[in-house]
């Protein structure tokens, strides 16, 4: 909800249908529409609240049936809006810098939140190297990896997906998997997969 890149239950139903049909025709962001659209494109699409609706009880049941979802599917756009007011108003007590304080912590931190999310979903795809035969095009890429905290490391995701960790190397670098490890160990994540799988040699695509 910070990054502003939607909703929970919207983010989930749609990184679930692209895992469902990754690369394929019912893909939301698949790169054989153009580099371009798995970039940033495929955001653009107006869709009316009943496709989300039907969108949200197909990918996200679970979520779907839990009332705070709800709530932060009404509500998601408010907590940047509020970010805004508040960085407005420390920046003009600072010494009249408000405006400043809104671009540089606000518009600019999202604009790069977005891009660095949105390669995950058009370089990743299309540059890289390949631990595991998947049945998509997902890719390493080391540069994504650096700017996503991990999840650069995209063909090791999507081979196995329900992996807390996506850096499958020792020189893979998972900032979000050191993240969940301190979490866990403070004993606020549990029943975390992490057992990670011998690679394989992929084939040349």
Same mark, same amino acid.
Request: net charge neutral; with cysteine; charged share 20%.
């Given at each position: ?6 909703s929970?239950? &919207? ?9 469902? #049909?990754?690369d ?21 699409p ?26 932060? &599917? ?9 970010l ?13 810098l408000?405006?400043?304080w ?18 995950? #979903? ?29 999840e650069?490391?995209?063909? #090791?995701?999507?081979?196995? &997906? ?19 490890r ?6 606020l ?8 799988? &011998? ?7």
């Amino acid at each position: 909800m910070l990054s502003a890149e939607g909703s929970p239950m &919207q983010w989930v139903a749609v990184h679930r249908l692209h895992h469902a #049909n990754s690369d394929d025709v019912d893909d939301p962001h698949s790169p054989n529409d153009g580099f371009w659209w798995s970039h940033m494109l495929w955001f653009l699409p107006y869709d009316t609240a009943e496709e989300n609706d039907r969108l949200h009880r197909r990918w996200a049941p679970d979520l779907y049936r839990d009332p705070v979802f709800h709530l932060f &599917q009404k509500t998601f756009i408010l907590v940047s809006v509020a970010l805004g007011v508040l960085l407005y108003a420390a920046g003009e007590w600072a010494g009249g810098l408000g405006v400043s304080w809104v671009l540089w912590g606000l518009c600019l931190r999202l604009v790069l939140a977005y891009h660095s999310t949105w390669f995950v #979903n058009s370089a990743t795809h299309l540059w890289g190297y390949r631990n595991y035969e998947t049945t998509d095009m997902s890719r390493n890429l080391w540069w994504v990896a650096l700017l996503s905290y991990g999840e650069g490391w995209h063909n #090791n995701h999507h081979a196995h &997906q329900r992996l807390a960790v996506h850096g499958h190397k020792w020189w893979e670098i998972d900032v979000t998997w050191n993240v969940i490890r301190l979490l866990r160990v403070l004993g606020l994540a549990t029943k975390v997969q992490d057992r990670i799988p &011998q690679p394989k040699v992929a084939a040349s695509r």
